[in-house]
């Protein structure tokens, strides 16, 4: 397995952290958002901006 494939998956489960943990922060820690919408955007948005996501 090459360094890059690590790199990668590495990547990807930080993304997956990141969604898992923003939706545990509205559902079950009850910050709802005042529009529904966004309660599917956030997740969404971590998948591809990873801790950052998590930082807004």
């Given amino acids: ?3 890059l494939v690590v ?3 590495i990547a990807v489960a930080v993304a997956a952290a990141s969604a898992v943990w923003i939706l545990v922060d509205i559902y079950a820690r009850g910050h709802r958002q005042r529009m529904g919408i ?3 955007v956030w997740p969404i948005s ?3 901006f990873g801790p950052v996501a998590v930082w807004g």
């Fill in 1 to 3: 397995m090459s360094a």
């Fill in 46 to 48: 971590a998948l591809y």
């Fill in 38 to 40: 966004m309660e599917a």
């Fill in 7 to 9: 790199v990668s998956w």
